[in-house]
C-alpha cells in the first residue's frame, strides 16, 4: 500500500485496469464453469450410454416387470396355496392337437407269468403316452394322361379327322413345372418360414430334382401379381374398419429402377385392430418414407389409426390419431437401465405408472368394448392425470435419455389418451410390431429383384396365420 501513489488520476487509472483485469477473470473463469458443465453432461450422456450398451449386451432384454410390484395397492387378501409358495411356475406339457391323426402302436408282453406266484398275468387295463411324428416333406409327380379321342365315321369318309383331346386341370401358371401344391409350399416357405429360394433349391436337389432358382422366382412374382385382386377386396375392407394400426420397416432392392442398390426401401404394413375377431393384413411395399406413402394408401379413411408417433401420419386428414404406450415404456426401459442405480429412481416411478395401466388392460381384454371402456374411465384416466403431472413436475438432463423419454412421453400426450376414447382401441401397437417380425427375419435372408412382389405373397401368408388356418 506504501508504494500507492499519491495522485489521484494515477489511483483512478490503477483501480480502471484492476476492474478491467477482474471482468476479464470472471469472464474467463465464466467460460471455464460453462466448459466444465459441458464436459460433465457429456460424461453423464456417455455412461448412460455404457450402461445401456452393457445392458444390451449382457442383461436381459426384456421390458417385463416383477409380478407385484405395481399392484401394492389393489391386492386382495388370497388364501396361498402350499405349491406356489417356492413362486415357481408350474407348467405342464400341452397336448398335441386331437386333430392329429393318430397312429396306435401296441406294446404287449408275450405269455406273460406273475413273479410271486408264477399263474399267468391277465390284461387290467391299458396305460399310454404319446409322441410327436414328423414326416419330412414328401415330393412326387403328377403325370397327366390326357385321352385323344377320334372319329370312326369320318376316319372311314373324310381326308382329314378331327381329334379332339380331353382338358386337364387349368394352372395359374400356364406351361409351368410345377402344380398348385408345389406353388403353395414354395410361396409358405419363402414368406411364411423365412426359407430362401437357394435354400429351397438345395432340399429339391437333395430329392433328385434340378430346378432353377430363377424358376421358383419367377413362380413368385406371377402368383404375387395373380392375388392382386384378393389384396384389393381386403384393403376395401380394412378401409371400412374403426381402428387401423400400423407401422413401418426398412427393406433393401438390389435391382430397382432409378435406385441405388444400398439405398433404403420401406414395408409398410397395415392391420386391424387388436380386438377384431378376423383381422385384415396388408403389406405395402414403398421406395420411401414419405408421408404421401401413408395418404395414398389410406385414402378416404376417416377413423382411428394406432402408430408409433411417426410424423407422417400427422399429415391424415379427418383421422384420429392414437400412440403406443409400449413405445413409452420402452424409453423408460432405457433411461432405467442406463441411470446409475441411485438415479433410476424416476425412470422406474414412470415405468410404475405405466405398469399400473398395463395391469389395467390384462383385466380389460376379455370385456367387451363398452365394458372395456368403462373400466379405463374409471381406472385408468385417475392414473394417467397423475402421471401428467408427475411429467411436468420433472426437471431432468433434455439429452439424457430420461429427459428424452418425458420430452417424447409429453409431445404425445394426446396421443396416447385416445384410446380411453373408445374400448375398441389398444393402448399399444404391439400387434402391429409383432405382425412385422416376420418379415424382418424374412429380410435378413432375401434381397432379390423380386422383393417388391413380396407385399402380395406376404399378405395371404400372414392373413392365413392370423386365422389360423393351415397352408398346404
Excluded at 403328377?142 to 369320318?154: G, P, S, V
Excluded at 413409452?328 to 405408472?353: C, D, H, I, M, W
Aim: one cysteine or more.
Amino acid at each position: 500500500m506504501t508504494d500507492l501513489p499519491d495522485d489521484i488520476e494515477q489511483l483512478k487509472a490503477m483501480l480502471l485496469d484492476l476492474h478491467q483485469k477482474n471482468e476479464a477473470k470472471d469472464k474467463l473463469l465464466a467460460a471455464k464453469q460453462e466448459e466444465v458443465a459441458e464436459l460433465k453432461t457429456k460424461v453423464q450422456l456417455l455412461i448412460e450410454q455404457l450402461n445401456l450398451n452393457k445392458s444390451k449386451r449382457f442383461s436381459a432384454q426384456s421390458e417385463k416387470t416383477p409380478k407385484g410390484t405395481f399392484n401394492e395397492a389393489e391386492q386382495q387378501n388370497t388364501v396361498s396355496k402350499s405349491k406356489a409358495d417356492d413362486g415357481k411356475k408350474r407348467r405342464g406339457r400341452k397336448p398335441l392337437p386331437k386333430e392329429l391323426e393318430r397312429e396306435v402302436h401296441k406294446h404287449e408282453l408275450n405269455a406273460p407269468y406273475c413273479d410271486c406266484c408264477n399263474e399267468p398275468l391277465h390284461p387290467c387295463g391299458v396305460e399310454t403316452s404319446e409322441e410327436l411324428k414328423i414326416i419330412p416333406q414328401k415330393v412326387s409327380v403328377i403325370r397327366h394322361e390326357r385321352t385323344k379321342y377320334a372319329c370312326r365315321q369320318c376316319e372311314k369318309t373324310q381326308t382329314k379327322t378331327k381329334i379332339v383331346t380331353a382338358p386337364k386341370p387349368a394352372s395359374m401358371i400356364p406351361k409351368s413345372i410345377g402344380c398348385a401344391d408345389a406353388f403353395s409350399a414354395v410361396v409358405t416357405a419363402k414368406y411364411v418360414n423365412a426359407l430362401p429360394l437357394y435354400r429351397q433349391v438345395d432340399i429339391l436337389n437333395r430329392s433328385g430334382i434340378d430346378i432353377s432358382r430363377a424358376t421358383l422366382a419367377n413362380w413368385c412374382v406371377q402368383l404375387g401379381c395373380k392375388v392382386q385382386i384378393i389384396i384389393d377386396a381386403m384393403k376395401e375392407e380394412l378401409l371400412k374398419e374403426k381402428l387401423i394400426c400400423a407401422d413401418e420397416t426398412t427393406v433393401q432392392v438390389l435391382r430397382e429402377e432409378d435406385k441405388k442398390a444400398q439405398s433404403k426401401s420401406y414395408m409398410w404394413v397395415y392391420r386391424s385392430g387388436e380386438f377384431v375377431n378376423n383381422p385384415v393384413v396388408i403389406y405395402d411395399y414403398q421406395s420411401s418414407r414419405r408421408a404421401q406413402c401413408v395418404q395414398d394408401f389410406l385414402t378416404g379413411y376417416r377413423g382411428y389409426l394406432l402408430s408409433d408417433g411417426y410424423s407422417a401420419y400427422d399429415k391424415l386428414e379427418d383421422v384420429t390419431q392414437a400412440a403406443c404406450m409400449a413405445h413409452v415404456r420402452r424409453k423408460f426401459t432405457e433411461a432405467q437401465k442406463a441411470s446409475p442405480s441411485k438415479k433410476a429412481g424416476k425412470a422406474e416411478k414412470a415405468l410404475n405408472f405405466i405398469g399400473k395401466l398395463y395391469g389395467i388392460e390384462k383385466n380389460a381384454k376379455e370385456l367387451d368394448a363398452q365394458s372395456r371402456y368403462q373400466l379405463r374411465q374409471q381406472e385408468a384416466k385417475p392414473i394417467l392425470d397423475e402421471f401428467k403431472q408427475w411429467l411436468d413436475a420433472q426437471n431432468v438432463l433434455p439429452k439424457g435419455l430420461l429427459g428424452k423419454a418425458i420430452s417424447y412421453t409429453q409431445n404425445q400426450w394426446s396421443k396416447l389418451l385416445t384410446y380411453l376414447e373408445d374400448g375398441d382401441i389398444s393402448i399399444e401397437n404391439n400387434v402391429t410390431e409383432r405382425d412385422i417380425r416376420p418379415f424382418t427375419t424374412g429380410r435378413k435372408n432375401s434381397y432379390d429383384l423380386f422383393q417388391v412382389f413380396r407385399q402380395n405373397l406376404s399378405l395371404l401368408c400372414e392373413t392365413r396365420r392370423s386365422f389360423r388356418v393351415g397352408i398346404a
